[in-house]
T-cell receptor, first 111, second 114 residues
């Protein structure tokens, strides 16, 4: 079974401080990992995926297969980063690529 | 705009009733996924359709059903509604395949059961 754990429900940081949103996963095969973001009253949108190894809005995430983690990081938080962040895993079991989401972490950036 | 359209945006109904939620995927996407977002359970995968066929089932109750039509739009039917079914229901679509697993989400339908 695939599972995604985000241990922090809420994370508050000051503007300009570093941010790390934690994500651990459980999956028997080779998963694809994603971070989705949901700004207030907006739809879920993809922030980044491990396979592309890119940085979006200053955020990066590295897949650590040994620790089964995919933590999201940003060196300097900005007020507009305040949102709900969901870590998600996509497996290819039975040819389906549905996403399994963590419960989300609400990031609050304090001015 | 993700290109995924969900209607209605809001729905208020009484317990025991039946409702239908509609989703139009992005142009060209063959896969449609339904998710339920509630405060206590987070985002739960319900069901996936691919080109009209059911592809995967998640935590979907027997009172719920879905289908995908030839024009690829999908409907989620919720019946014998209970207070606990109040949630935000998201639809997502993707092009499917290992290189195309990004899912694009609609804005959701907020269902309130009273």
């Amino acid at each position: 079974a695939q599972r995604v754990t985000q241990p922090e429900k809420l994370l508050s940081v000051f503007k300009g401080a570093p941010v790390e949103l934690k994500c651990n996963y459980s999956y028997s095969g080779s998963p694809e990992l994603f971070w989705y973001v949901q700004y207030s009253r907006q739809r879920l949108q993809l922030l980044l995926r491990h396979i592309s190894r890119e940085s979006i809005k200053g955020f990066t995430a590295d897949l650590n297969k040994g620790e089964t983690s995919f933590h999201l990081k940003k060196p300097f938080a900005q007020e507009e980063d305040s949102a709900m962040y969901y870590c998600a895993l996509s497996g290819s079991g039975a040819g389906s690529y549905q996403l399994t989401f963590g419960k989300g972490t609400k990031l609050s950036v304090i001015p | 705009d993700s290109g995924v359209t969900q209607t209605p945006k809001h729905l208020i109904t009484a317990t025991g009733q039946r409702v239908t939620l509609r989703c139009s995927p992005r142009s060209g996407d063959l896969s449609v996924y339904w998710y339920q977002q509630s405060l206590d359970q987070g985002l739960q995968f319900l069901i996936q359709y691919y080109n009209g066929e059911e592809r995967a089932k998640g935590n979907i109750l027997e009172r719920f059903s879905a289908q995908q039509f030839p024009d690829l739009h999908s409907e989620l039917n919720l019946s014998s509604l209970e207070l606990g079914d109040s949630a935000l229901y998201f639809c997502a679509s993707s092009a499917e395949g290992p290189a195309n697993t990004e899912a694009f989400f609609g804005q959701g339908t907020r269902l309130t059961v009273v």
